[in-house]
Nanobody, 126 residues
Framework: QVQLVESGGGLVQAGGSLRLSCSASGRTFSTWAMGWFRQAPGKEREFVAASTWSGGGGSTYYAGSVKGRFTISRDNAKNTVYLQMNSLKPEDTAVYYC?????????????????WGQGTQVTVSS
């Protein structure tokens, strides 16, 4: 049974940093793309960042709103993906979800992803 478990969320002041982790189990995802999405209250789930597997180019993609502030990385040996979030803003407040997909393109679309974590809350105070 595939499980994705996020951790690292919390409350931080604007300008601060957090590092989210997502540990996957049940199968190896080294050849899958891994992504992060977020959902704020009353809003739709939105793409944050994604990382393709090294054989697919090892590329990373970011939403414009987080580019330059957030960094996605992965440790295939640990079946884990990370999201380093710096210079956090109140508008980054949301539940953050990790996800995995065998696809390597159109990674900004939630419909491309097969498995999801339960989410971790990130709250940025002003």
């Amino acid at each position: 049974q595939v499980q994705l478990v996020e951790s690292g969320g919390g409350l931080v002041q604007a300008g601060g940093s957090l590092r989210l982790s997502c540990s996957a189990s049940g199968r190896t995802f080294s050849t899958w793309a891994m992504g992060w999405f977020r959902q704020a209250p009353g809003k739709e789930r939105e793409f944050v960042a994604a990382s393709t597997w090294s054989g697919g180019g090892g590329s990373t993609y970011y939403a414009g709103s987080v580019k330059g502030r957030f960094t996605i990385s992965r440790d295939n040996a640990k079946n884990t993906v990370y999201l380093q979030m710096n210079s956090l803003k109140p508008e980054d407040t949301a539940v953050y979800y990790c996800s995995v997909t065998p696809w390597q393109t159109r990674l900004d679309s939630a419909s491309r992803y097969d498995y999801w974590g339960q989410g971790t809350q990130v709250t940025v105070s002003s």
